[in-house]
């Protein structure tokens, strides 16, 4: 089973621009979680995906959202960017019908550098 | 509060010594699980162990071993005779029930761990 990919590897933007993120989850995976990953702040969850709907979020600003789509497959979006956006970008998969025993699965992540 | 503390921020050992990494959770749930992951250099997130909070048998694969103490609220992981290949940060995080969600997943903040050659 190929693993969760995530698209693109690395990003520079420049203050004020947005970016998209993708993400692909293990086949017949219904459960997308992104986190934020900084040398401050450590993994910080963003939001969670499941069936196409925003089911759980971080606390994080309004510019940052996301959406699912039918095929499983996510997009992170942050827009308006600001130089404490640069991070490591995480994006998890999982089959979202476990419950607590749910193993997430995580991409290779998105190093994004805002200039 | 922090839910999973790893008091260990960075971590030195020299190759083929021991090394045990702390982790202690926090949670007033019955039914919880823990789980273990390694960030290499690369930076994906590597799943090494799932726990559930009613299997307290400690648990061994090859120079892995995983210490689950629910008196002391802790999931400690040791690595034996460690390599330079173990360099990495490892995350220690607990998943307990949502009544919307499913699950909530609680990372801890990492041990960075080095094995000098």
């Known amino acids: 089973k190929a693993g969760v990919t995530q698209t693109p590897r690395y990003l520079i933007k420049t203050r004020g621009q947005q970016v998209t993120l993708s993400c692909s989850p293990i086949?017949?995976?219904?459960?997308v979680s992104w986190y934020q990953q900084t040398p401050g702040q450590g993994l910080q969850f963003l939001f969670e995906?499941?069936?196409?709907?925003?089911?759980n979020k971080g606390n994080f600003p309004g510019r940052f959202s996301g959406r699912q789509f039918s095929n499983s497959r996510s997009e992170m979006n942050v827009s308006t960017l600001e130089l404490g956006d640069s991070a490591l970008y995480l994006c998890?998969?999982?089959?979202?019908?476990?419950?607590?025993?749910?193993?997430?699965?995580f991409g290779p992540g998105t190093r994004l550098l805002v200039l | 509060a922090q839910k999973v503390t790893q008091a260990q921020t960075e971590i030195s050992v020299v190759e083929k010594e021991d090394v045990t990494l702390d982790c202690v959770y926090e949670?007033?749930?019955?039914?919880?699980?823990l789980f273990w992951y390694k960030q290499p250099p690369s930076g994906e997130l590597v799943f090494l162990i799932r726990?559930?909070?009613?299997?307290?048998q400690n648990e061994i694969s090859g120079r892995y071993s995983w210490n689950f103490q629910k008196s002391t609220s802790s999931f400690n992981f040791t690595i034996t005779a460690s390599q330079v290949v173990d360099s990495a940060v490892y995350f220690c995080?607990?998943?307990?029930?949502?009544?919307?969600?499913?699950?909530?997943?609680?990372f801890g903040t990492g041990t960075s761990l080095t094995v000098i050659p």
């Open positions: 949670t007033r749930d019955t039914t919880y699980y």
């Open positions: 726990r559930n909070s009613f299997d307290e």
């Open positions: 995080a607990l998943s307990e029930a949502q009544w919307n969600t499913g699950n909530q997943f609680y």
């Open positions: 998890a998969s999982s089959s979202g019908t476990s419950g607590v025993q749910e193993t997430q699965y």
């Open positions: 995906y499941f069936s196409e709907t925003q089911r």
């Open positions: 086949s017949g995976h219904r459960s």
